[in-house]
């Protein structure tokens, strides 16, 4: 049966790894496997009633049944994502104005520049527009109204089909964003007519009611918590599993020392109030038995417990908004009651197998998600190192009674349970995060039981209670976050609290996952103690993963995708550079934080050995300091006053200029522009400064252009007229390509086989044109837009020069055409 429901799973999540939804032919294939799975599922039910299975044969009759069970749900997985992706904002509707009419369906994020939150439509005008049913709004304006969970609002909104970065393992916000069922995004014109209202009227339903139950249950919360509480955010995510005012400071350390698990609703504090409740219904279901029903008598109190905890499961999990970890708990305290009130006894892989299946059945999307893989993960490991496990093993033959053998036990057991997760996990955390807590054993040895048995209960103490206790409660738990906190940021500190590595190839987690199995074996599986830990062996090509190493003589460019702005990494066989890093992106974050810093780690870059901001603007220079945080000793240099922020921030800096050469691994690199007199010119803008480099091997070019417009494309083709020092197989489109640039004597002069241009979804700018693009197309040349094509790669082999778009090569159906 387990088989039968994991091959269901992976039916699932099969499907989500398809660049297209299968239609026509591969659908009726689909369902031609299923109805020969069927017929061979008959027919071993046949053959085994008849006796013609018997002995080693008899497993095979489950094959069929294996078959059908993974047809089954990637068809399932294949209609669910049909009906989700015709609920689509049409194209011919973005960036326009719609009013529309609906309901608040989830906690607003309210931060300085405004809120953040889900909307269902219920009404839209006009008519004729296609509007998802479910949109993300955000409202942005420097008092916005307080929107409240629940509330019926009709706005004016600007909508946008679903559209994030799309790099080579980055976040994924557009398959993020059809988990939550959310298909389109966008603005609330808050200055447009009509004027944002909000309506009188219950919405009903009990998604809604549950949404405003949180919403009040969160707001009076944080009137229970003194004004200057810094880690009420963290109160607020084990109480309602809202983690939007966790500071990033403090997220960071939780991620360094591998306690993030406990900032949110898990399995841990699900299965730890179903306990409790359990515990105390049982107390009270005993204490009624003297009362005139008998009601112990008539009911067993066993049955009452376990129904009592189900309920307690159900409603904390609901209170959580039932996050993939909540999710797997409930399902869980479930299955266990139902088979305790039927008088069956189940398995715990059983009951893992099962939450599996329902959770994937429920959200087919869920099960290509980081917290799924890890929530079940542990489990399924602490399943697996618990088996064959006796109570007492490795205890001496004497007797050992009272309060000392008991803790003793309790240690051992916590102790064995937390080396098994921490073993367990390395293969999954590499695989998701490419990275590995070091410290997390120590960390989660106090975070553990001072979160789980004192912060989570008082917090919801805090939460149900009426003040003032309420507020005695929440400041205790306040205090004892604050005192762990003092502990976490202790460990975060070391030099080497974190192993990092690039994400590994599927081969090597597999390897590593099989050194997990192989370490923590049962020895009755595995009678050889001492060599169990040969296991370990197996996870050294995970933990020392690095992207290929490019040859000799040779290069790559990566064109990272970050919207509008540049952000480019150059790899030779012994060094790599960055030219600029991207905008900023909000008021607390930007792109060298969230996405240029995440893509190098994930690639293995360890070291970086120059760092190049083009030009003072701030879609170039906007992830710089985050860049030089995160390689301190980076050499920088950039044409930006000498007064400017980054100059500042780096170790050390030299203005580039014209004639500047280097050579890296048989790799040339050489600025052309800017000159010492443009820099002094006032007369010359930021734009106009802008450094260009260009590299090339003696074979191949690529020309990096910053944002130079006509004046400077002039000069570069004057000074080097009758050269080819400008030819490039590879070049950056120049500002994004703005009309100001790529004029018809550069891209001659140029002669690029591919052009990248780096521009936003829907930029303001509208970059780049239509007829800049033609120009290059013109000549011939292969152009990229990385609002449509993701990261785009280059990579030199001899006189081969390989071209890839991430949207290509990684395509997924939820990807946008």
Not at 547 to 553: L, Y
Not at 556 to 571: F, H, K, P, S
């Amino acid at each position: 049966m387990r088989a039968v429901l994991l091959a269901w799973a992976a039916g699932i999540w099969l499907l989500q790894q398809s660049a297209d939804l299968p239609a026509g032919r591969a659908a009726w294939a689909v369902a031609g496997v299923a109805v020969l799975a069927a017929c061979a599922v008959l027919a071993s039910a046949l053959a085994f009633r008849s006796g013609a299975f018997r002995g080693r044969w008899a497993a095979w009759r489950w094959l069929p049944c294996v078959l059908l069970s993974a047809c089954l749900g990637f068809g399932w997985a294949a209609w669910r994502g049909h009906a989700r992706l015709a609920d689509a904002l049409a194209p011919a509707w973005e960036q326009r104005d719609i009013t529309v009419t609906g309901v608040v369906a989830s906690l607003p994020v309210h931060g300085p520049g405004g809120s953040r939150f889900h909307f269902d439509v219920t009404a839209v005008a006009p008519s004729r527009a296609g509007v998802p049913k479910r949109l993300q709004l955000s409202w942005s304006r420097p008092t916005p109204a307080l929107v409240r969970a629940g509330e019926r609002w009709r706005f004016v909104v600007r909508l946008k089909r679903p559209h994030g970065f799309a790099n080579w393992h980055g976040f994924d916000a557009e398959y993020w964003l059809l988990t939550q069922g959310i298909r389109a995004t966008g603005q609330v014109r808050g200055k447009a007519m009509p004027l944002p209202e909000r309506l009188q009227g219950d919405p009903g339903g009990w998604r809604y009611a549950l949404a405003v139950w949180r919403d009040k249950l969160r707001t009076s919360m944080k009137a229970a918590m003194p004004a200057d509480a810094r880690y009420g955010g963290v109160l607020l995510a084990l109480a309602l599993g809202d983690r939007a005012e966790i500071a990033p400071a403090d997220w960071q350390t939780f991620q360094r020392t591998g306690v993030t698990h406990l900032l949110a609703i898990s399995g841990l504090h699900v299965t730890l109030v179903a306990g409790l409740a359990a515990l105390a219904g049982a107390g009270c279901w005993r204490r009624s038995c003297g009362t005139r029903g008998a009601w112990p008598l008539r009911v067993p109190t066993p049955r009452v417990a376990a129904l009592v905890g189900c309920a307690a499961a159900l409603g904390y999990g609901a209170l959580s908004g039932f996050g993939i970890p909540a999710r797997r708990a409930v399902c869980m305290v479930a299955i266990f009651a139902l088979a305790f009130g039927a008088n069956r006894s189940v398995g715990v892989s059983y009951v893992l197998a099962w939450a599996l299946a329902i959770i994937v059945a429920i959200d087919p999307w869920a099960v290509d998600t980081a917290g799924l893989w890890l929530s079940f993960g542990a489990v399924a490991v602490l399943v697996y190192a618990a088996r064959g496990r006796r109570d007492g093993e490795g205890e001496s033959l004497e007797v050992i009674s009272g309060w000392r053998y008991r803790l003793r036990r309790h240690l051992g057991s916590a102790a064995r349970a937390q080396f098994a997760v921490t073993l367990g996990m390395i293969p999954l955390s590499l695989a998701w995060f490419g990275q590995v807590s070091l410290v997390g054993p120590l960390a989660n040895a106090v975070a553990i039981p001072v979160m789980a048995l004192l912060v989570t209960p008082l917090s919801l103490g805090g939460l149900m209670l009426p003040s003032p206790l309420a507020d005695v409660l929440l400041r205790l738990a306040h205090a004892l976050v604050a005192w762990l906190a003092v502990w976490l940021e202790w460990l975060s500190a070391w030099p080497h609290a974190v192993w990092r590595a690039a994400i590994p190839p599927a081969w090597a987690t597999g390897l590593a996952l099989t050194g997990v199995a192989w370490c923590l074996a049962p020895r009755s599986a595995f009678p050889w103690e001492r060599l169990r830990w040969l296991g370990a062996g197996l996870f050294v090509p995970a933990l020392t993963a690095s992207s290929p190493r490019v040859p000799a003589g040779e290069f790559r460019v990566t064109m990272i995708d970050i919207g509008q702005g540049n952000a480019v990494l150059v790899e030779t066989a012994g060094h790599q550079l960055l030219y600029d890093a991207g905008p900023p992106l909000g008021e607390h974050s930007d792109a060298g934080e969230r996405v240029i810093v995440p893509f190098l780690r994930a690639h293995g870059v360890t070291r970086l050995d120059r760092l190049v901001v083009s030009h003072a603007h701030a879609d170039h220079y906007g992830g710089a300091r985050a860049v030089i945080a995160a390689y301190p000793g980076v050499a920088t240099a950039t044409s930006l006053p000498p007064d400017h922020a980054v100059r500042q921030a780096a170790a050390t800096h030299r203005t580039c200029l014209d004639g500047q050469r280097w050579r890296w691994d048989g790799v040339d690199f050489a600025f052309l522009h800017p000159e010492t007199a443009t820099l002094a010119s006032p007369d010359v803008g930021p734009n106009g400064r802008s450094c260009v480099l260009r590299i090339s091997n003696g074979r191949h070019a690529a020309l990096l252009a910053g944002d130079i417009e006509r004046p400077q494309e002039a000069a570069l083709i004057a000074k080097r007229a009758g050269r080819r020092s400008l030819a490039a197989d590879i070049l950056l489109a120049p500002h994004h390509g703005s009309l100001t640039s790529s004029t018809p004597g550069f891209i001659r002069a140029v002669a690029p086989r591919y052009v990248v241009f780096q521009a936003g979804f829907h930029n303001r700018f509208a970059h780049p044109r239509p007829a800049v693009v033609s120009r290059y197309q013109g000549i011939g040349s292969r152009t990229f837009i990385s609002a449509a094509d993701g990261a785009v790669r280059f990579e030199t082999r001899g006189e081969t020069l390989n071209a890839v778009a991430y949207r290509s090569a990684a395509r997924r159906y939820w990807m946008i055409r």
